[in-house]
């Protein structure tokens, strides 16, 4: 396998190329999003939604009690924790095809799941977690990083690790690479229960509040006869992280007025949550609607 570390620094420098070599498709897509979280490009900060393109070195960031799935091109699905600080790094021309990208989890937990029916297909994908990198081949790999270290979990396929030039090679399922801040790594066997509570911090489940890409329910953040007064609404929502639109609806007459809403959720109870967690963020009075 070659240096991963010299893959890093490869994309690095692609990522400094113009755009017009910018790739073909986006390197990933967000799937479903537990907000609070965002965004960063050119020194700008948006909320994260559903369909929101992801581009080579945008940074991504969720807040406390918050999850976010990536689909990237290639089929393989990351799923990312709270208080997670995460950006990726591709130049692939044609990533749905043959795709090659370094993973950069800066803090928080993460879940890296090769899609199951592209396996085989052409893939060169890096994971640096905290102060290790792996290098992966169809792959289901769970990790973290810390102030207390690193933690790498293998559920399935084979990975290499590489940290503080010593390399580690894992090919044993259920197994986990235990790097304690300062200490020397371990690779230990990873008990069901223990990986079950893990796998929490990246997993989103029913009665979380999450938005995706087909729901119908909205939580509408507000509503104003002005558009100056709904921009104040949807200032205050999305600085909270939660990805609102203004949608303007014709009243009698030349009369209009705006809503605020925050849309993707698959049931009222969904919606409901997340206007908990909107109201919780901010003095807005939320509602939810279909």
């Keep these: 396998m070659r240096s991963l570390s010299r893959l890093f620094a490869v994309l690095a420098l692609l990522a400094a190329l113009p755009a017009s070599m910018a790739l073909a498709a986006p390197a990933a897509t967000v799937e479903a999003v537990q907000a609070p979280a965002w965004r960063d490009r050119d020194g700008r900060s948006m909320p994260l939604e559903p369909g929101m393109e992801i581009k080579s070195g945008d940074v991504l960031r969720t807040g406390a009690g918050a999850r976010a799935y990536l689909m990237l091109a290639e089929g393989s699905r990351v799923k990312l924790g709270e208080s997670a600080r995460f950006t990726l790094h591709s130049r692939s021309l044609q990533p749905e095809k043959a795709f090659r990208a370094a993973l950069d989890v800066l803090a928080g937990a993460f879940r890296y799941t090769t899609g199951k029916l592209r396996k085989a297909m052409p893939r060169d994908v ?24 690193d933690l790498v979990a293998l559920l399935e396929g084979r990975i290499e690790i590489t940290r503080a030039g010593q390399s580690t090679e894992m090919a044993e399922p259920m197994t986990f690479y235990d790097a304690p801040a ?109």
Excluded: S
Excluded at 128 to 143: F, K, M, N, Q
């Design 126 to 149: 890096a994971i640096r977690v905290g102060t290790a990198t792996i290098g992966v081949r169809g792959t289901d790999v769970w990790g973290r990083t810390d102030k207390d270290g």
């Design 182 to 290: 300062g200490k020397a790594a371990e690779v230990k066997p990873l008990d069901a229960e223990v990986f079950a509570r893990l796998a929490r911090e990246t997993e989103i489940v029913a009665g979380d509040g999450a938005a995706g890409l087909k729901g119908k329910w909205k939580v509408v953040a507000g509503a104003a006869p002005t558009q100056a007064a709904a921009l104040d609404i949807y200032d205050e929502a999305r600085g909270a992280g939660f990805a609102a639109r203004i949608k303007p609806l014709q009243g009698e007459g030349d009369t209009w007025r705006y809503e605020v809403v925050i849309g993707g959720f698959a049931t009222a109870a969904e919606a409901g949550i997340a206007a908990t967690r909107l109201k919780a963020a901010t003095e807005l009075t939320p509602t939810v609607r279909r």
